[in-house]
């Protein structure tokens, strides 16, 4: 799992709660990346950044925000759940390797919103 | 133009069969394409890639066949074994650090013992 971990590994929460997923990595890898992963839509990246305080949006951000205030830590928050995001979210890094650079996910959070 | 098609959607095969899955991209500016396997409550894993300048990658059972005029590629696994079903994601990225890579949507491979 390229030293990723990812906690809670499963929640449930209330509509209009906020919750914040932490993505902890021990390798110093300087991009992180935040997906969901959702029946028939594949993996979709929420966030990403590419170093301390540095981050960007991606595909799906609507409802999301993400800080990196430590390199071997990306928090993703949901300001107030909705259902709409009950899904499983990855965390992910990315190493070089050769001329490309290869991304490695964690083992994942279950989040159900209810 | 950012999307990675992909079928089927669920494939079913025999243990020893051959199991193919295939992906369509229309960026061109794409020069890296990785396959993913999940097993269920698992993250995906990277299994294989290649690039557009070779036609064919193979990794033991494991084979990506690329046609970049026809901006489509495929997964083939020899021999299927009961311990490939899994869900495969076949994606696409530019190589730069930047880039982001784009999914294809998974195929349910499920092996019958």
């Known amino acids: 799992d390229a030293g990723i971990t990812q906690s809670p590994r499963h929640k449930v929460t209330e509509t209009g709660t906020p919750v914040t997923l932490r993505c902890h990595q021990t390798?110093?890898?300087?991009?992180m990346y935040w997906y969901r992963q959702d029946p028939g839509h594949g993996l979709r990246l929420i966030h990403y950044?590419?170093?301390?305080?540095?981050?960007d949006k991606g595909e799906v951000s609507d409802g999301y925000s993400v800080s990196r205030s430590k390199t071997e830590d990306f928090l993703l928050t949901l300001e107030s759940a909705t259902s709409s995001q009950t899904s499983v979210y990855f965390c992910?890094?990315?190493?070089?390797?050769?001329?490309?650079?290869?991304?490695?996910f964690g083992p994942g959070t279950r989040l159900t919103v209810t | 133009q950012q999307q990675v098609k992909q079928s089927p959607q669920s494939l079913i095969v025999q243990k020893g069969g051959i199991s193919i899955i295939n992906c369509a991209y229309e960026n061109t500016a794409f020069d890296y394409f990785p396959w993913y396997q999940q097993f269920p409550g698992k993250g995906p894993a990277l299994l294989i890639a290649?690039?557009?300048?070779?036609s064919e990658k193979k990794e033991g059972r494991f084979t990506i066949s690329f046609n970049k005029s026809a901006k489509q590629f495929s997964l083939h696994i020899m021999d299927s074994q009961p311990g490939d079903s899994a869900t495969y994601f076949c994606?696409?990225?530019?190589?730069?650090?930047?880039?982001?890579?784009?999914f294809g949507k998974g195929t349910r491979l499920h092996i019958l013992p």
């Open positions: 994606a696409a990225s530019g190589v730069n650090r930047d880039d982001k890579i784009i």
């Open positions: 992910a890094i990315s190493e070089v390797a050769g001329f490309v650079y290869e991304q490695y």
């Open positions: 950044s590419y170093g301390v305080k540095d981050t």
């Open positions: 390798e110093n890898h300087r991009y």
């Open positions: 290649i690039r557009p300048d070779v």
